[in-house]
């Protein structure tokens, strides 16, 4: 079995003129390879295809796998993660993590809420402001939360996002929209706790990996789980195994319920912060978390409850390969 890999590596963008926020949910040679050298120890063979204009080009000459495994997160514009799914389903080509409509929904962050406040799960009330004129509109309970509508990695992000009064609310918003060239998403702040969850499987199989807790170790950016303090997590945050009960079943009930009504695949990792009532609500979703094995989210939550990164990997390729009857899921890896 012959397992393509498609991802934005972030040189290949730097060759090209872009700039560090610019690339920064793209991944390093470093990622790349161990992903690579893991699916290889599964016992599959591998073929870097790169990003979505390489695969354009493979195609185009002819090229063919038996499973795709995607990380490529796109470009340009508010559908870009779900621009290398959607041509390997043109081609017939099945491939890892979630399917186009997914990608699209889930990265921008008014849709997803809007989703998931129509199954009746909690986030925060939020308005959508596209243009400067609509920032008088926004009626919401300060202080508020703004950043990008669809955006990864904290871009966007800083000590300047929790808004007190409006004034702050149009300063901000046209800075935003100025320099991402898109809306901007406007929430109710919560001021409680924050954890992400991670999730393996598909369906009735998902099931949540585990959950940390992010800490900031000082003040930076005014508390706020940052760009910049995403950039220098080792220095900044502490990442905490969460299980205190009641709140961690609580957390895990709606990680799991969000990631299932949105119907993400194979893996995922879910965004909660709490409210002044201690109440958990969903912040965002990640369809194509970050595997870098030791600094990435997902891998570490992995690590903490025991899972090695061989079979964290294996356990999303299992899953994938479970949407493919002809083809044998490998008894060696996780989740079998």
């Not at 120890?41 to 195609?59: A, M, P």
């Not at 789980?225 to 950039?231: H, I, L, M, P, T």
């Not at 009960?245 to 969000?258: G, N, Q, V």
């Not at 995922?268 to 979703?285: N, Q, S």
Request: glycine share 8%; aromatic share 8%; net charge negative.
């Amino acid at each position: 079995m012959i397992i393509g890999l498609t991802y934005d590596l972030r040189s290949d963008y730097a060759k090209l003129g872009y700039g560090e926020e610019d690339i920064a949910e793209f991944d390093s040679e470093e990622t790349i390879s161990a992903i690579e050298d893991t699916i290889k120890s599964l016992g599959y063979k591998t073929v870097r295809i790169g990003n979505v204009f390489s695969l354009c080009q493979r195609l185009a000459a002819g090229g063919k796998w038996d499973l795709v495994f995607n990380i490529a997160e796109g470009l340009a514009g508010r559908s870009r993660e779900a621009q290398v799914p959607a041509i390997l389903e043109a081609y017939k080509i099945p491939y890892t993590m979630s399917d186009p409509l997914v990608c699209a929904m889930t990265l921008d962050k008014a849709m997803t809420k809007r989703v998931l406040l129509s199954a009746g799960l909690a986030t925060p009330k939020f308005a959508v402001v596209e243009s400067a004129k609509d920032i008088a509109g926004v009626s919401l309970k300060y202080p508020l939360f703004a950043k990008p509508l669809a955006e990864g990695t904290g871009k966007g992000i800083d000590g300047n996002s929790r808004i007190e009064n409006p004034e702050q609310l149009r300063i901000i918003c046209e800075q935003l929209l100025e320099k991402f060239r898109q809306p901007v998403l406007v929430e109710e702040f919560l001021c409680g706790r924050e954890f992400t969850t991670a999730i393996l499987g598909s369906g009735k199989d998902a099931y949540v990996l585990g959950t940390m807790e992010i800490k900031m170790r000082k003040q930076s950016d005014g508390n706020i789980y940052s760009y910049d303090a995403k950039e220098r997590c080792e220095q900044l945050i502490d990442y905490i195994p969460f299980n205190e009960k009641p709140l961690a079943d609580k957390i895990t009930a709606l990680a799991l319920e969000s990631y299932r009504v949105l119907q993400c695949r194979d893996t995922g990792r879910v965004d909660i912060r709490c409210d002044a009532e201690g109440r958990p609500c969903f912040i965002e979703i990640n369809p194509l978390p970050g595997l870098h094995p030791a600094h990435s989210d997902l891998p570490m939550i992995a690590t903490q409850q025991g899972m090695s990164y061989k079979e964290l990997i294996g356990s999303i390729i299992n899953s994938a390969v479970k949407r493919l009857p002809a083809i044998p899921v490998l008894a060696g890896a996780a989740g079998v």
